[in-house]
Nanobody, 119 residues
Framework: QVRLVESGGGLVQAGGSLRLSCATS???????MGWFRQAPGKEREFVAA??????YYDKSVKGRFTISRDTAKKILYLQMNSLKPEDTAVYYC???????????????WGQGTQVTVSS
């Protein structure tokens, strides 16, 4: 059985940092592991993705967020620095394929973890 379980969300002041984790189990191997987020009343949007050879970021987080993974422990991470109030959302990890920025390309999802950035 495939499971993705996020953790690490919380409340932080603007300019602060958080690190999200996504523990995976089962046969989750896909070309990409990614992070998406969904703010209230908005569509779920791409944040970052990682493959065996590269990482890719949405322009809104590039330079502030870093995606990484520990393959041995089967954990995906998202280090978020210089957080802004507009980063407030539920963050989801996912496993999928091309095109890597499209929500519909990902077929395994976690339950999400709330990130709230206060101004």
């Amino acid at each position: 059985q495939v499971r993705l379980v996020e953790s690490g969300g919380g409340l932080v002041q603007a300019g602060g940092s958080l690190r999200l984790s996504c523990a995976t189990s089962g046969r989750t191997y896909r070309t990409y592991m990614g992070w998406f987020r969904q703010a209230p009343g908005k569509e779920r949007e791409f944040v970052a993705a990682i493959s065996d050879t590269f990482t890719y970021y949405d322009k809104s987080v590039k330079g502030r967020f870093t995606i990484s993974r520990d393959t041995a422990k089967k954990i995906l991470y998202l280090q978020m620095n210089s957080l802004k109030p507009e980063d407030t959302a539920v963050y989801y990890c996912a496993a999928g394929s091309d095109p890597l920025t499209k929500r519909t390309s990902y077929d395994y999802w976690g339950q999400g973890t709330q990130v709230t950035v206060s101004s």
